[in-house]
């Protein structure tokens, strides 16, 4: 299984503004996944990024609200754009296994004021 | 969307009990999977189920799966303090690896 990190763990952001998550993992990957899980809700898949293309973004979410970078095998980044606290959510990165499952980060908890 | 529902939404038992927690989906799918969230961190992989099984063992966990219904249930045997948790269900479709979670089910067992 892969080990997944992501920074920041948690961040307080002002409206307006925007925040940058990065997540890292310890072997080569070629499809990673970002999701967005609002206050007391399940998991929504809000891309898919990989490397050498651009994301694929799902039903409700556009690139310039969440654009993402995947520079390499190792490294993603998401980026949430001109906050509102409707954004405030735990953000988590993801990686294929050698099957279907899925092995996650710890997760980025961002409350917006 | 979510692809289906869970139920409960909610489960209290004691420890040394079994628990059990139901998953609808509503699309046709390559496989079933369930994932454990221990308080809002990263999701842990429990156990993955093909469209072709209908039962699975792993440790005290025993996962059933009925196509015609399109329903999943996840059975926790004999469980522990350290089972609390968010259990949450998760389909896959065709060929692609993109999963959709079901709703959720938070399990506390009690000491």
């Known amino acids: 299984s892969a080990v997944i990190s992501q920074k920041p763990s948690r961040d307080i952001c002002q409206r307006g503004t925007s925040l940058t998550i990065q997540c890292q993992v310890d072997s080569q990957v070629t499809m990673m996944f970002w999701y967005r899980q609002q206050p007391g809700q399940s998991l929504t898949l809000i891309a898919t990024?990989?490397?050498?293309?651009?994301?694929?973004?799902e039903s409700g979410f556009v690139i310039d609200k969440f654009p993402i970078s995947r520079p390499n095998l190792t490294f993603s980044t998401l980026t949430v754009s001109n906050m509102s606290p409707e954004d405030s959510s735990i953000y988590l990165c993801?990686?294929?296994?050698?099957?279907?499952?899925?092995?996650f980060g710890p997760g980025t908890r961002l409350t917006v004021t | 969307s979510q692809q289906g529902e869970e139920d409960p939404q909610a489960l209290s038992i004691q420890e040394g009990e079994n628990a059990t927690m139901n998953c609808s989906y509503k699309?046709?799918?390559?496989?079933l999977q369930w994932y454990r969230q221990n308080s809002g961190r990263g999701l842990v992989h429990l156990i993955l189920i093909r469209s072709n099984e209908r039962e699975k063992h792993s440790g005290r966990l025993r996962v059933t799966l009925d196509t015609s219904k399109k329903s999943s249930s996840l059975l926790i045997t004999a469980s522990r303090a350290a089972d609390t948790a968010s259990y949450f269900c998760a389909t896959a479709a065709g060929s692609a690896r993109q999963l959709t979670f079901g709703s959720g089910t938070q399990l506390t067992v009690l000491p």
């Open positions: 699309t046709s799918i390559n496989n």
């Open positions: 993801s990686v294929g296994g050698g099957g279907y499952e899925q092995y």
């Open positions: 990024a990989n490397q050498g293309s651009e994301a694929t973004y």
